[in-house]
Every structure is written in C-alpha cells, then in structure tokens.
C-alpha cells in the first residue's frame, strides 16, 4: 500500500508486535497510512534476530513510501504485554517467550537516531481508535479487545491513563462471573476466561463432552432422540473443523443450539463488563474490537439490554461502537503515540 507523500512532509512509523506477525507502518502528521507491510514474528529465533528484522521493516516502509529518512520523527510501538513503557523492555514470557526482559526502545532510537515509545498493544489500539476511529470525538475513550484475549485501554483527554507505577489496567480479568470457570490470573470467572475466542472454544468442547455423556447415557437406556443439531456430538465422531472461536460464532450462526449458548453466555458476560466499565469511567464512548467482535451483532443485544437499564450512570450521553479501524488501530495508534514524543 503506497501514497505519496508531501514534500519535507514529517512522517512516523508505527509498529505492532504481536505473538504471530510484526506489522509497520509510515504515517503522516495528517493520519494518512502512507506505506504497510509485515513480517512473522518468529519469537522461537530470538531477540536479536527479530530487532533486526524490525529494523529492516522500518526501512522498507520508509522506502515504500517514497519518504525521506531526515523526515522521520519517532517511532511508536505498540506491543502484546506485559510491557514497561518507562524502561522500555518487554516483559512477555506467554507470546514472546525469548524476548521476556528485552529493551526494544534504546536498539531502536540508536540505529535511527529518533525518538521510540513503547505501549501495550491495547493501549495503542485504544490511541488509534481515539484519533482516527470510532472513538473520535470522545474526551473519554474506553477501548475493550476480545479476541484470543481480552484487553483494553482507556484515553482521557488524549492520553492514555495509566495506573501506580505506569501500570496497564487488566481490563480482561474484571471477576464478572464467581461461578465461572479459573482464570490464570489466580481469579474465577474473568471476563477474558469466559468470553474470549479461545473460551469460547473451550466452553464448545466442554458442553459437547457433557453431552455426549448423557447420550451415553441415554444410549445405555434405550432411549432415542436428543434434539440437537450442527456437529456430530456422538463419541469418536470426528469435528469437520478445529474448534475455535470464529467456529463457534460460525455454528451460533447457523442454528447450532449448543454454540448459541456458548456464545449468549460470552455476551451477558460481555455485557456485564461493559456495564461495569461504563459505571467506572463514564466515558464519552466504549470501543469493542478484536476478531470476536466481528461478531458484534450477536453481541450488542445483550449489552444494550443491559446498559439501558443503568439508573445512575447518564447513558443516553455514552456512545457504545464496534471498532473502526480493524487490525491496523493498534499501529495507527502507535504512529500517533510516536507524534506526541
């Protein structure tokens, strides 16, 4: 993807690391994307490989965007956390386990002698959403990312609120179920363990290895017909596909009465936390993104069920949208975090 730029036009780059692809971008000052092009992540062939591989992105972008190295700014890094913002260093044994307690930011600056920021990915997702997105326009913008996790980030007057010690609000493991399944935080019923992709996946599995039980045992009774539709639930029956999240929306779609479940359960939850956040933060806005809000009708009745009925939060004033900007918010968002250097 190319535009051309303005003449002596100053320009960032954003990037935007994730557990399976490294993604960069070149901005103008006005938000356009002048140039985009991404890379694997490969965390397995470490961190020195990949600091170099990210150089090299930076350049291509550069490059393809037909602009002047003296006219880069800064750069801004949007990065699946943990992250610290302050040092600079990635602190993510899960996605980017040989990368954990790596400074990312000081390599960069020295090679191309500009400023370097280093964010969670949910807070540049948020920043992007803010300034180019559906959160235009808001004071106070509340972004929720639910996809293979949940995260977020919250924007007051077009920064990003941070907590003691810069710290990144866990937006995803407010407890909002007691009766839910563990979370690896050490709590039970977080919204990231019950609506997630890969909880909802796991929530399909789980019911149908309840229900084959009781075809068992049914079976075992001489007894006949169970109602149930979509996949083969009957023992050693293989799935026609691996289980995932966009599977499960696929098979609520369809009529599948156990996936809508799954699926009803993950929007009351969801509902609940954006209940919650509303009453926290009354925000202006409530972004929800991330692949399993491509699915947001599925959702929205559930959470505007829910939030109309709030008596003390001023509701009729607090926007809730679907995310704008896609997979690019988080490097828009990083580009914008590296203007404000």
Known sequence: MKHDPRPEEPIVAGIDIGGTKIAAVAVSAAGRMLSRAAIPTEAERGFEDGLQRITALVRRVLTEAQADPDNLRAI??????PVDPVTG???????LPTWDGVNIVDPLRATFGVA???ENDADAAAMGEYWLGAGQGGRIVVMVTVGTGIGGGVIVDGHIYRGVDGAHPEIGHLAL????????????GCWESIASGPAMAEGMRAARLEITGR????M??????????????????????????????????????VAQSVVDRAARVTARGVFSLINLYVPDVVVLGGGVMEAYDLFEPAIRNLVERDTMAPVNRI?????????????????RIAFDL
């Open 177 to 188: 179920d007691p009766a839910g399944p563990p979370c690896y935080c050490g709590a039970r």
């Open 220 to 257: 075992m009774l001489g007894q006949v017909g169970t109602g149930l539709s979509g996949e083969d639930l009957g023992p050693g029956q293989p799935t026609s596909a691996p289980m995932t999240g966009e599977r499960v929306v696929a098979l609520a779609r369809e009529g599948d009465p």
């Open 319 to 335: 926007a809730i949208r679907k995310a704008a900007l896609g997979g690019d918010a988080g490097l828009l968002g990083a580009a």
């Open 215 to 218: 075809l068992e045992t049914t």
């Open 89 to 95: 260093t990635i602190d993510n044994p899960y996605t």
């Open 76 to 81: 801004g890094i949007g990065c699946a956390g």
């Open 116 to 118: 370097v920021a280093l």
